[in-house]
């Protein structure tokens, strides 16, 4: 069974340009997940889908991030513009079923200069 | 606050020698409790789960934890460490109430010495 996937697995930019990543789950998991994880701390959620709903999305700052899961599977996460402080690991995850066991993909490392 | 604490940063254990990772919690109920790993450069790996019933979860790669209601606690235990085992361990809890969202620890590192 093919894992979650993730891409880019890194990405520089400058602050206030725009970025984007990509997530493509566990085929059949119904729930995905984004997570910001910084250096020396545990993952964060940003976001939650259920199918295509963002049925928890309290911790995702609007005013810059925007996220979509089109058709219920891949996922898209965006910045823009991004800041100094976004430089951090963004890990997306998917699950099935409760409770539920997450499978993460690598994650995609952001450094933004 | 719903919180998982992880009281040690790093943990050093000889290699052959048990090793246990402290995890406690304070979440409301009766919350299902997770560790997962994470190796350089990649992203968590599950290793065991807590639902209900027996206290004590056996889980991949030889690892096992102890629930321990009265003390809200999630040890992560094995009982003879492998070098191989040097890597980030993550206690996480999910509310079965509520928002049911997913709070991790800051993450523990475990090192392995030969």
């Known amino acids: 069974e093919a894992g979650v996937v993730q891409s880019p697995r890194y990405k520089i930019i400058e602050k206030k340009q725009p970025v984007a990543f990509w997530c493509n789950p566990i085929s059949g998991h119904n729930t995905l997940y984004w997570y910001l994880q910084n250096l020396g701390q545990g993952p964060e959620l940003l976001i939650r889908y259920e199918n295509e709903e963002a049925v928890d999305d309290s911790q995702l700052p609007k005013d810059r991030f925007s996220a979509e899961r089109l058709k219920g599977v891949d996922s898209t996460l965006k910045i823009q513009p991004a800041e100094l402080g976004d430089s951090a690991v963004y890990l997306c995850?998917?699950?099935?079923?409760?409770?539920?066991?997450?499978?993460f993909g690598p994650g995609t490392r952001l450094t933004v200069l | 606050a719903q919180s998982v604490a992880q009281p040690e940063d790093q943990v050093n254990v000889a290699e052959g020698n048990p090793l246990t990772v402290k995890c406690t919690y304070s979440v409301s109920g009766n919350p299902y409790l997770f560790w997962y790993v994470q190796y350089p450069n990649r992203g968590l790996q599950f290793l065991l789960k807590y639902i209900t019933g027996d206290n004590l979860v056996k889980g991949s790669y030889g690892f096992e934890a102890e629930f321990n209601k009265s003390q809200t606690s999630f040890h992560l235990k094995k009982p003879s460490a492998l070098v191989s085992d040097s890597a980030l361990y993550f206690c996480a809890v999910r509310p079965n109430t509520g928002g049911f969202k997913t709070i991790f620890g800051a993450g523990t590192r475990l090192f392995v010495k030969a």
């Open positions: 995850a998917s699950s099935s079923g409760t409770p539920d066991t997450q499978y």
